[in-house]
């Protein structure tokens, strides 16, 4: 278990108690006491978490133990409520439309769904700042305390860390490292599909140490 604490220290982020990311790095001490990682992403109708909003959000619980155990998963789409502010591109990317939108869930209900599965977890993702601030601006909007662990965890700066000297990767976006590291991918800039790659690609990273 030290192994695991020692690998994700390189990309430990403290957070104040609404959730926003503090210029501290975290340390494996942070860990104590918790028990899992809610591997999340977010995907949004634009860059501008005041203005801009969360189209699809998911997670996936991994108990913090040997070999990152997945506990459950969730994902769901989430209904606008300003599409007329979104970044037309964003949308392209997410592939929205008010048809493939058609069951989507309002955001509070996606957002209570969400914060059950993730419950006390450390948030993790890639690249995590944008969507922490989404994450935290969303709650803010809400009303609602924040449900998670007061530290974040980046997979990025620990990919970077265990792979680079290596040279097995040269640019550190999530689909890159994923396919160098042979993992297969359910689709891109799906939040599901990406939680569970980032998921993957730190399974794969404890995997590589332990080699």
Do not use: C
Not at 4 to 31: S, V
Not at 104 to 132: C, H, N, P, Y
Not at 154 to 172: E, H, I, M, N, S
Not at 201 to 206: A, E, F, G, P, S
Request: charged share 25%; proline share 6%.
């Amino acid at each position: 278990m030290e192994d695991i604490l020692t690998l994700l220290k390189h990309g430990l982020r403290r957070l104040d108690p609404e959730g926003r990311l503090t210029p501290e790095p975290g340390a494996p001490e942070d860990l104590h006491g918790v028990s899992a990682l809610f591997v999340v992403d977010l995907e949004m109708s634009g860059p501008n978490a005041q203005m801009h909003e969360v189209l699809d959000l998911a997670g996936v619980r991994a108990s913090l133990a040997p070999k990152l155990p997945e506990e459950e998963a969730w994902g769901a789409r989430v209904k606008p409520k300003h599409i007329g502010n979104a970044v037309p591109a964003a949308l392209k990317v997410v592939g929205y439309s008010s048809k493939e939108w058609k069951s989507a869930l309002d955001l509070e209900e996606a957002l209570e769904k969400f914060s059950t599965a993730g419950r006390d977890a450390v948030v993790t993702g890639w690249g995590i700042s944008q969507d922490m601030a989404f994450l935290v601006e969303t709650y803010r909007r809400l009303q609602q305390p924040w449900p998670f662990a007061t530290v974040a965890l980046d997979v990025q700066p620990v990919a970077r860390t265990l792979l680079k000297a290596g040279g097995q990767v040269d640019r550190f976006n999530l689909g890159h490292v994923a396919d160098r590291l042979g993992i297969g991918r359910m689709g891109e800039h799906g939040a599901l599909a990406d939680a569970y790659a980032t998921y993957d690609v730190l399974v794969k990273l404890l995997d590589h140490r332990a080699a």
